[in-house]
């Protein structure tokens, strides 16, 4: 069974960093594209970031390009997130997912950023 | 970037009516590898969104076949055949053709 599990969300003031995690299991993680989404509160859901299977490419969403950083660590079936420079905007749950057919088939449930002073 | 439109925005239906929600995207979704990566999640209340349909009218596994997708170019529909209580939540389509991947605004489904 396909499982994705976020983690590291939490209050951060503006300007600060937080790393999420997505603990992957059930497949073959390092034959997949994955990706991160968001969804601000009560609001759709937005595309952040996509990683090819082993990292040599990375897209990133206009509006955290040069503050989030995707990778992955295959070895650690792993995905995270890194984010800087943290604005209010930044403010969602944040969704990892497996990516299959330029999207994604697999979600996790979701780890909240708040960022606010 | 691509805009994805969505309409309508809420949708209101009868149980055991059909639903029709469309989605038009500001430019053709076909890639260069000929295929159109149109995509359809549903969203239920306090949920993470599940993906229903891929490549416009590829239903996922365990999606019920009262779901089903058309469409091409820039004008996709999904379509409910008979609406059932549990299909109560919010619809988006999704394009994955075009670098930044997008998302309609989202359509509100719900029982009259």
Known sequence: EVQLVESGGGLVQPGGSLRLSCAASGFTFSSYWMSWVRQ???????????????????????SVKGRFTISR????NSLYLQMNTLRAEDTAVYY???VVSHTNDYWGQGTLVTVSS | DVVMTQSPLSLPVTLGQPASISCRSSQSLVHSDGNTYLNWFQQRPGQSPRRLIY?????????????????SGTDFTLKISRVEAEDVGVYYCMQGTHWLWTFGQGTQVEIK
Do not use: H, M, Q
């Open chain 1, 96 to 98: 990892c997912g497996r």
């Open chain 1, 40 to 62: 601000a509160p009560g609001k759709g859901l937005e595309w952040v970031a996509t990683i090819k299977e082993d990292g040599s490419e990375r897209y990133y969403v206009d």
């Open chain 1, 73 to 76: 660590d295959n070895a650690k």
């Open chain 2, 55 to 71: 490549k416009v009218s590829n239903r996922d596994s365990g999606v019920p076949d009262r779901f089903s997708g058309s469409g």
